[in-house]
């Protein structure tokens, strides 16, 4: 390559990647948050316009998931995972004999999925009208992450 | 460059993206469609020989999921989803209280996924034998979207 | 360019991928096997140092999710699963009508997934502290797959 040529060491069309961990320390055992404007910002810090972003819980007592930003519904929600495997009697779930007392999470977090994969388009997350992130929290009370990561051009 | 040679613009290696919505206005309120065949010409429309598809319902009331296309298995997990997560009474969901009447609906697709990922290899769906993609209505009555993306090169 | 100047063809940057099946055969009907080991593995001969790995079932009555490795908690997965899609009487399930006895195993991997995506950062699997892949077997008694597909660079 002749002197003075542009560096031509990231050619267009060349792959990016980016990482970014969310913390959260929710007070209670469980809640829902909305983290549509983290992820948007990461999406802007990584400068990808094309691309996929995958938000996945590091732990396996959360969730990560997509739907629509209405308190009933989370209530809804809530109500529903309760029902279906509840936290007491701890007893019921052999994973307590350990000393925990988080089995329901684990079973609540398979129910709501563990990540979200979105496409990354002209910049932006990809939405449909009422798409919201949310990350589902089922056994607070400690600082737990989110990982970010966004693969594109 | 020398005139007349190739462009070089986009190296052989590069990322290509490709972006498709696949719009459906199902008449009642709950169906399952097979959207395999559009998303195999959305693949081949794009160009992309290894890589991922991602396929996503961009309703919040609406599932994309993979599973046999056996018309047993599909009532199966119409009667399966409506005992888990009923639509009637209405009341039982706090979400109606906004006026809308599809709690349910939003519990439901939550149970059966927003997304699937696809791996692409050799420009054709990476598939087991009987893996088919489905659109989950659990909405119907109005026109709504599926999302498709796909990254490689 | 001129003569004699480094290929480029593939420039630093391009997109690597890689594909691996990991085959099971399950003794019993259900079984939930750790696979991280072998997704290490496929991850260390990509060669990829930034991107994306999907892990899949390639069969739809079995499930990849992500979860804790504690025996209690794979029996509550077990006994979980059982309780909300059972298996007897299989003329609960009109899937068996097709002369088929494995409609509960349809509606349990809807329940647990088809796939996970993970993150590659530094050319690991992008982990929480308790995070490992699991391949959750609801039909087993034959030969059965896993696809491995790694995107990036």
Known sequence: MTAGAPRAAVPEGSLKSYRKELWFEIPGRRAF???????????????????????NAMHITASVFINDDEPGL??????????????????????????EDNGDAHVKRQLFGREVVVAVTD??????????????EFDGGRRKRVLVKIIGE
Do not use: K, M
């Open 33 to 55: 948050i909305n983290i549509t404007p983290d992820v948007t910002t990461c999406l802007g810090q990584s400068g990808v316009r094309e691309g996929l972003v995958l938000v």
């Open 74 to 99: 989370r209530r809804d929600f809530e109500q529903f995972l309760e029902s279906l495997a509840p936290h007491a009697p701890t007893t019921r779930w052999q994973h307590n004999l350990t000393g």
């Open 123 to 136: 910049g932006a997350l990809d939405f449909g009208p009422w798409e919201q992130i949310f990350y589902g």
